[in-house]
Every structure is written in C-alpha cells, then in structure tokens.
C-alpha cells in the first residue's frame, strides 16, 4: 500500500511546489493586507434598519475600519414599564495605525448589559475623562478593556480592543463628537 501511495505524494508534493501553491518560510506567515471595509454604508444601514442612534466617527488619517457586525441582547433594554426587552447594537471593527485591533460598539441597551454582552465577566474599575465625557472602564480577566458611555439619543457605546490607552481616547472623541446619523426611512 505504502509504495503504492508514494509516487502520488511525491507528485503532489513536486505539482504545487511548480505552480507555487505551496511554501515554507521559517519564520510563519507574514501579514497580508487587511479587509477592506465601508463603514459609513455599513453604519447608515445600521442607523436605517436597527432604528437607533449611530455615530459615524470621523478618525484621523491612518485609522483603518475592516470588519463591522449587527446583534441583539435579549434582556438587555430596560422598557417604559420596566419589563426587560431586546436590545440591538452595531459594530464595526478598526485597525489604528499602530495595527492593533479596536472596535465600536453602538448600542441602545443598558450599560450593564451591553458589557456583558462583549465581555461577560468584566467589572467597573474606574473612569477616564475624554474632552469632558466620562468614560467607565470595565476590566476582566481579558487584559482588553471595555471603555463605555452614554451619549445623547440615546445610545450606550463601548469600545474594546487590543489598543492602548491613547488609541481608546481617539476613537472615543472620534465617536462622540459626531451627531447621530440621520435614519432613512424606507
């Protein structure tokens, strides 16, 4: 059997070493360009279709969006009558020019559930002041942060990610200096 299957495999092996669908490089692969991304479609349809305040935030150059994702939080809107209902949120992941990960989330779920939702075991561990708003920092055993307020619309919005200190801080007054997006109706 072994010699049967050993002429195939060195043929693979010499076929894709020909075409160069394979290659070894010592030192892993290196990394490829990141996705491209239409965050102001994709938060504008957000605004359009989820019906809550959605920011648009304008970053400084360098500041990449590459990725952005809808969903809901069962339990995670407190009602006029003080029921519990669903809530929705919108987000959109960034690269900083540093490379590193962030992402904003947009929400009209209450504080503490919208935390949860992203980072589940996460506790309010002290607050940062960005351009007069104040910011909770929740921490977990992640060593990301969640980064949370509450801005005018209402709208809950937390940012989390693998930036620092100063990366937070940009996104967050990109975020809240802006106006909600208008929302179309169909």
Known sequence: MFW???PLVVACIVLAGMLGMCSIQAGGPGAGPAPEFDAP?????????????????????????????????????????GQRGRAVSS??????????????????ADEAALVAS????????????????????????????????????PAQVAITGAGGTD???TLASATQKQSPLPIKRP
């Open 167 to 169: 990366e937070y801080r």
């Open 4 to 6: 049967s299957m050993a």
């Open 41 to 81: 479609a994709a938060l504008q349809a957000d605004a359009d279709t989820l019906k809550i305040p959605i920011r648009m935030p304008q970053l400084p150059e360098g500041w990449q969006p590459n990725s952005g994702s809808r969903h809901g939080i069962d339990g995670g809107l407190t009602l006029p009558d």
């Open 118 to 153: 992203i980072k589940p075991d996460s506790y309010a561990s002290g607050t940062q002041d960005v351009d007069g708003v104040t910011w909770v920092v929740y921490e977990s055993s992640d060593p990301e942060p969640v980064w949370t307020t509450r801005l005018s619309g």
């Open 91 to 108: 987000r959109i992941g960034y690269l900083a020019p540093t490379g590193k990960y962030l992402s904003l989330t947009q929400s009209n």
